[in-house]
């Protein structure tokens, strides 16, 4: 990604801020009940939190599954994060998959509303690798 580090330190805080935000639109858009929606939304909150955890220790994907090899490889087996919060990553990728292709999946609020509070664990601990300079080594 050939990034200088002020352009890195800025591209992990804008993915983390999009993070935030798109977990706050995953909120409204469940209150409406709007369950596919939601799950790509909350599946995303997490996803542009991992992406930054990637750029800040320099690591790079180009697909969607790359950066749940990288967590994994990276974070989840050295324990950086706990194998549950891996899970539930891997599991909102496969729910927004799920979602946005497969035409007879249905998603509802049972399906939706337990992963919110893992899902905005995730970004808290992404978020706290990230500000304690926690090492991939």
């Not at 990604?1 to 995953?26: I, P, S, W, Y």
């Not at 994907?61 to 950086?80: D, E, M, P, T, W």
Request: aromatic share 12%; hydrophobic share 45%.
């Amino acid at each position: 990604m050939g990034l200088t580090d002020d352009e890195r330190k800025a591209v992990v805080l804008l993915r983390l801020d999009n993070a935030r935000q798109t977990l706050e639109d995953a909120k409204i858009i469940a209150n409406n009940k709007l369950w596919k929606a939601a799950a790509n939304r909350l599946y995303y909150a997490c996803f542009y939190a991992a992406s930054a955890l990637m750029v800040k220790f320099g690591f790079e994907a180009k697909k969607h599954s790359g950066i749940i090899r990288l967590l994994g490889l990276h974070f989840v087996s050295k324990n950086l994060i706990s194998n549950e919060l891996g899970d539930v990553y891997y599991k909102l990728f496969a729910l927004r998959q799920k979602g946005d292709y497969d035409d007879w999946i249905v998603v509802n609020e049972s399906d939706i509303m337990p992963l919110f509070f893992p899902a905005e664990k995730f970004i808290n601990e992404v978020e706290n690798l990230i500000n304690n300079n926690k090492t991939k080594q």
